[in-house]
């Protein structure tokens, strides 16, 4: 009886290993993020052409976010009937073009709020995903084509334990009807690399865990226009990358900060830390052993640069090292974003005056405008060299 049971364990631990090396999905190597279309401002509308150009560029898939509460669902009740329109059309031009697509479910932050610290909240999210698992079936959409992302940027301070089993029964609905689709997990804290650290996971052989790289915000986020309200980063402008670069005092760089203490000391870390290539890979590969410890795949569902208050050759360097560390630990990736405030193309045609706060800019007319990549964005992101 006891050799049963123990051979009987055996075979289900080897089959664990079985199954993650026959696991569904795409590849998920090179992707965009289409932000600001279905979640978000809603201020950049994709057409069939911008599918064309991403496919053409030599991208294998994108990035989806979705606001839910622009299908009609909220979370105080139980789903009904969703407008899935929107959606059901970017997929079939995703689909036209051979891109296969992350459907990533991305909330407002009061959503996000609400669904963290309500048992109910979280009954309801469980009940949108069982409909969305069932819409999207995997015999019309194949799980070559569709991926599933549960949550963008989930937070639960410090409640891990709690959002590890929000996910599984998230997991157990979806897997009813879904049993092949890759399911993409976000990492606790925000998606960082550090709540990637922090997890354990599931024991699912179609999971991809995903983390976001926007180290270090003196990069990334300089000039930003809303959040970090206690830091100076919003006055910074022009701070180059690599580190090695900066030349000047933080009064040249963040001359109209409130507090030119606090600007000082913030680039003094920036510098000090020695941002670079090198130190960039230290970071990534921190993630390539987490999968390596847990048998698990990983990806990089977010990584970009604000481009309105740094130079383009530093915005692009940070970018090209981000890439080159995620390719050479073999981790997939998908750059925030394609057109918006960290946007890799140039609009061209009948375009609006930029946002005086943001400096976005919105697509007057889809059927005039159009978006060219800009060739440093490519030569980044897809460059061998």
């Known amino acids: 009886m006891l050799f049963r049971l123990f051979a009987t364990l055996i075979l289900l631990f080897c089959g664990s290993f079985s199954a993650f090396a026959q696991a569904k999905g795409p590849a998920l190597h090179r992707g965009l993020n289409l932000s600001n279309w279905l979640a978000n401002a809603e201020r950049q509308p994709m057409t069939e052409r911008d599918f064309a150009q991403i496919a053409g560029a030599g991208f294998d898939h994108i990035r989806l976010p979705v606001n839910p509460e622009l299908l009609g669902f909220h979370l105080d009740q139980k789903p009904g009937s969703l407008d899935l329109k929107a959606v059901d059309a970017a997929l079939a031009m995703a689909v036209k073009y051979h891109l296969a697509v ?34 999207y079936d995997e015999k019309n959409y194949p799980p070559s084509q569709l991926s599933f992302e549960l949550l963008n940027e989930p937070h639960y301070y410090p409640a891990e334990k709690h959002y590890a089993e929000f996910m599984q029964n998230l997991m157990n609905a979806i897997r009813q009807s879904s049993p092949q689709r890759l399911i993409v997990i976000g990492a606790p804290h925000g998606s960082s690399l550090d709540g990637l650290l922090s997890m354990q996971p599931l024991l699912d052989p179609n999971i991809i865990y995903d983390f976001h790289f926007y180290e270090p915000y003196m990069v990334t986020h300089q000039g930003i226009h809303r959040g970090f309200e206690k830091k100076m980063l919003r006055y910074f402008h022009d701070v180059p990358y690599p580190a090695s670069k900066v030349d000047h005092e933080a009064d040249f760089y963040a001359a109209d900060a409130p507090s030119q203490g606090q600007a000082e000391k913030e680039l003094r870390d920036y510098v000090q830390d020695g941002w670079s290539s090198e130190v960039v890979a230290g970071r990534i590969v921190l993630a390539s052993h987490w999968a390596t410890e847990h048998h698990m795949r990983v990806m990089c569902g977010e990584f970009g640069a604000l481009r309105n208050h740094i130079d383009a050759p530093s915005r692009y360097r940070w970018i090209a090292d981000t890439r080159k560390a995620l390719d050479a630990n073999g981790i997939g990736w998908d750059l925030w974003d394609y057109a918006d405030l960290m946007g890799i193309v140039q609009l061209q045609g009948d375009v609006s005056t930029p946002d005086p706060v943001d400096g976005s800019i919105r697509l007057n007319d889809v059927t005039k405008g159009s978006r060219v990549f800009e060739p440093e964005a490519l030569q980044a992101l897809l460059s061998e060299k």
Request: net charge negative; no cysteine; hydrophobic share 45%.
């Open 102 to 135: 992350i459907l990533d479910i991305h909330p407002s932050g009061t959503f996000m709020d609400k669904l963290e610290k309500n048992a109910s909240a979280e009954e309801n999210f469980i009940g949108l995903w069982d409909v969305l698992a069932r819409h």
